[in-house]
């Protein structure tokens, strides 16, 4: 089924491929300035070492993000679990937790003089250690596991119940069914959320500082931090990009080549509930056991904070607030926009350039986000000088950082999606734009909220590219809780950061409840 | 609200075509530190000031990438590695002589490219629980030795401690630096992200004593007056008492010559000076200006005599830190 896009699809998509691979451009520019001597620091055995850590720990971390969110998933999508809408907002807000918290309620917990150390010690028994491993891979399992959660929420809400029915009305039990039909049917969805989890992990850098532990990115930030070295930090980061190219094409081999959406006639009907009796004991637990150490334990921490400071000028919130809202809206809106072409050229037109353009999208997003926000200075200053300084420069460095956290999860709704119903509208002379307006974006629509929800909740604690590219003067609450922190005043960083938390809640709590019972074909 | 927000918007942007051209400052102190002083500024002369906030080190990366095309007129760095790099890339312009001439030798540009406006000392602090002043070392040194294992803190990939192990590289030698990192490392030191992490770690007793500068204590007291930790001087001369800077340079090919000159020399001037000595517990850099009550004075912590701009040569202290195991 290869046919030739149409002309305009395949620009845009083009125009936006070449947006998000930037920064490995302009990392090929900085990198060739590099003499044999910063080479040679580069083929040093102790890259590698990093290299492998880096790896392991994506691997973890994806790993237990997808033992904690399928679950959780399934929990709020299939079951009649009680509070369905608002667990699952609850379970998204861990992305919205800057890290400096998350990092700190760690220590606060494990540390010495912790939480934990009275009443373990009571028992005999040794605090845990939380530096290292183990840290790394709790604190960027909790942070992380939402991306995973909103990819198969999506791929679980779009898909046919007629399938699911088939199995058990074949004498499948329940959980054969799950496993034989529903699981296989997540690949997309689960697949495109696991490359957001182990790419993140590549590309992160505060947890792995403040638990200790040696990863890849750690090494790029030290040469920006005190080494005022482009150089070697750009053979660093093309070293990353090169991991995440290998990363990209394993990912290709993964997914395969199968067709997810339903081909038989008629339209699909709405899943009926899991029915979980007793156990929906167990499973509130589980909803409550997450909730608690992703969101009310970092509230506590804020609360704490700000109780102990007893937020001595309480500065108003209202503009910093309104720069959040305003640069995390344009910015989702806008990665949404730019992963639709790239999507749909992928899945609709499948060949080796427009696979390989949808590929590059994520090339950037392991990257450490200083580099990111270098690459758009270094465009910006370059090619936009009417607009280096102005929103617009921050609204594309968002999509180019979040651009791939859109593109996997339309992508996967627009597999699921049967083209036929686009194709018979066409044929009763609709359109394009009619077709797309009436019956494509109406289908898509778990997908692309899911898209713009991840974008909206990552944009809002976004701080690299915001300092340096915002308009000067322009606030937002991320950076307040920045400002205040970077000279530990962390009583002053509570209010700010409570507020970022409750936005980023309603925000996905507004997505839920449009999500309702959308039409799906 | 969409269009109360477009308005205002729209408002800022005719305003600020209207008005002088503003001076733009890329700071690296952080807006609630030096943020009421820039306002002084403009109260004073009439200036106005438009400031990006950001770390020190992003926005000199972010000023070498912008090159001749930056919108900054001036930079306002923590440390002086920063405007070092700035100056090495030909970035800085000259300062006039008598805005030099108020600050110690020691502690500017020795091509007259950059001025320290506070100095911030490198301190050893300490739980004053666990630890007693007559304990500590007389030099950094004595940190190498066995009583302090698994006592110690240190923030190794933050820029102001590098800055030590240059200057410690500097004074000492390569082989010195190697031997005290590797001697420290062998007392297992916990490792923090930055100065505040290390003196939160103190406070909650999760280390006896960190290699921190000397003002990150009086911020963690506005937050917690009773935290028991104290800062501890080594003796004048010893690369543990480096007294680096925080200073202002003016960047090539700026239009606002003269308004940047007015900026810098206003960092140096008493009032501006005072502040820095009561608001952040700097030390002045300036003569006559009386350092805060709390901390002895910059004579008596004598910082050992060093181009501070050579502390921008961090790429040879990246790799010994990572040679020895410590990044």
Redesign the interface.
């Known amino acids: 089924m290869t046919r030739r896009p149409p002309g305009w699809l395949l620009v845009s998509g083009l125009m936006v491929a070449a947006l998000a691979v930037l920064p490995a451009v302009y990392l090929g520019v900085r990198a060739a300035e590099a003499d044999a001597d910063t080479w040679a620091?580069l083929w040093r055995d102790?890259t590698w070492g990093l290299l492998w850590r880096t790896l392991g720990l994506a691997v973890a971390v994806t790993v237990c993000a997808a033992l904690v969110a399928l679950p959780l998933a399934w929990l709020t999508t299939r079951t009649d679990l009680p509070g369905r809408r608002g667990w699952t907002v609850l379970l998204c807000v861990p992305l919205a937790v800057p890290t400096f918290v998350s990092g700190y309620v760690l220590l606060a917990t494990f540390?010495?003089?912790?939480v934990l150390e009275e009443p373990l010690s009571r028992w005999g028994l040794p605090v845990p250690s939380v530096?290292g491993f183990p840290g790394a891979l709790l604190a960027l399992t909790v942070s992380t596991y939402p991306y995973l959660f909103l990819a198969l929420r999506a791929g679980l809400l779009a898909q046919d119940p007629a399938w699911l029915e088939g199995a058990r009305s074949l004498g499948m039990s329940p959980a054969r069914a799950f496993w034989k039909v529903t699981a296989p049917l997540l690949r997309p969805a689960f697949v495109s959320g696991a490359l957001l989890v182990g790419l993140y992990v590549l590309s992160d850098f505060g947890a792995v500082?403040?638990l200790?532990y040696?990863a890849f990115s750690?090494?790029i930030?030290?040469?920006?931090?005190?080494?005022?070295?482009?150089t070697?930090a750009a053979l660093l980061g093309l070293a990353l990009v090169v991991v995440t190219a290998a990363v990209l094409v394993l990912e290709v081999r993964l997914r395969g080549r199968a067709g997810y959406h339903r081909s038989a006639k008629g339209a699909a009907r709405v899943f009926s509930p899991v029915s979980l009796g007793r156990w929906r004991w167990p499973a509130l637990l589980l909803c409550g056991a997450v909730v608690a150490v992703g969101v009310v334990l970092p509230v506590g921490v804020l609360v704490y904070?700000g109780v102990?400071?007893l937020v001595g000028e309480s500065a108003s919130m209202m503009a910093p607030a309104?720069g959040s809202v305003?640069a995390s809206v344009l910015g989702a809106v806008a990665s949404v926009l730019g992963a639709l072409p790239l999507a749909f050229l992928a899945v609709r037109y499948p060949g080796r350039l427009t696979l390989a353009m949808e590929r590059v999208s994520y090339v950037g997003y392991a990257l450490p986000p200083?580099v990111l926000?270098?690459s758009l200075?270094?465009l910006g200053?370059?090619a936009l000088?009417f607009l280096?300084?102005t929103l617009a420069m921050l609204v594309l460095a968002y999509v180019v950082r979040f651009l791939p956290q859109a593109v996997g999860t339309v992508r996967s709704a627009l597999l699921q999606l049967n083209p036929h119903l686009a194709e018979a509208a066409a044929s009763l002379g609709q359109s394009p734009s009619t077709v797309f307006r009436r019956v494509t974006a109406p289908l898509l629509r778990p997908g692309l909220m899911a898209g713009a929800a991840l974008v909206f909740l990552t944009a809002m604690k976004e701080l690299?590219a915001t300092?340096?590219l915002a308009p000067?003067?322009f606030e937002t609450l991320a950076?307040r809780v920045w400002?205040?922190?970077?000279?530990?005043?962390?009583?002053?960083a509570a209010l700010p950061a409570l507020v970022l938390m409750a936005i980023s809640a309603l925000g996905v709590g507004l997505l839920v409840s449009q999500e309702g019972d959308a039409p799906r074909g | 609200m969409m269009r109360k927000?477009l308005l205002t918007l729209l408002l800022s942007v005719s305003s600020t075509a209207l008005a002088a051209e503003p001076l733009?400052v890329y700071s690296g102190r952080?807006?609630?530190?030096v943020g009421p002083l820039l306002k002084k500024f403009t109260e004073k002369t009439g200036i106005e000031v438009?400031?990006?906030?950001?770390?020190t080190?992003?926005?000199?990366?972010?000023l070498?990438?912008?090159?001749d095309?930056?919108?900054a007129d001036v930079f306002f760095a923590q440390d002086a590695?920063?405007l070092g790099?700035l100056g090495n890339a030909g970035r800085l312009q000259a300062l006039p002589k008598a805005t030099l001439d108020k600050v110690d030798a020691r502690f500017r540009s020795p091509t007259g490219l950059w001025v320290g406006a506070s100095g911030r000392a490198r301190v050893v602090a300490y739980n004053t629980k666990k630890v007693k002043p007559a304990d500590l070392p007389k030099s950094i040194l004595g940190f190498t030795d066995a009583k302090w294992k698994g006592r110690l803190g240190w923030a190794p990939?933050?820029?102001s401690f590098?800055?030590f192990v240059t200057a410690l590289r500097l004074l000492k030698g390569d082989e010195a630096a190697t031997a005290w990192l590797k001697g420290v490392k062998a007392n297992e030191p916990?490792?923090y992200?930055n100065?505040?992490?290390v003196?939160?770690?103190l406070g909650?007793?999760?280390i006896d004593a960190g290699f921190v500068n000397h003002y990150?204590l009086y911020?963690?007291k506005?937050?917690?007056a009773e935290l028991p930790v104290a800062n501890y001087f080594v003796a004048a001369g010893d690369p543990g008492a480096l007294v680096n800077v925080a200073g202002v340079g003016i960047l090539q090919g700026t239009k606002q010559v003269d308004n940047a000159r007015k900026f810098a020399a206003f960092l140096l001037e008493p009032e501006a000076q005072a502040y820095f000595s009561q608001e952040t517990h700097e030390y002045p850099l300036v003569a006559g200006v009386k350092t805060a009550e709390a901390l002895p004075t910059l004579a008596k912590v004598g910082s050992p005599d060093l181009d501070l701009s050579k502390l921008?040569d961090?790429?040879g202290?990246?790799?010994l830190l990572?040679d020895t195991g410590v990044?």
């Open positions: 620091l102790k540390g010495n003089g912790g530096y500082a403040l200790q040696d750690r090494a930030y030290v040469q920006y931090e005190g080494a005022y070295d482009r070697y904070w102990r400071g309104l305003l200083i926000a270098l200075v270094f200053v370059r000088p280096y300084g690299p300092l340096l000067i003067g950076t400002g205040a922190t970077a000279e530990g005043r962390f009583a002053e | 927000l733009t952080n807006e609630k530190l438009k400031v990006r906030y950001g770390e080190p992003q926005l000199a990366a972010t070498l990438e912008e090159g095309k930056t919108p590695g920063a790099a990939t933050n820029a590098q800055s916990r490792v992200k100065n505040a992490a003196v939160e770690a909650r007793g999760e990150y911020a963690a506005k937050s917690n921008d961090l790429r202290t990246v790799k990572q990044l």
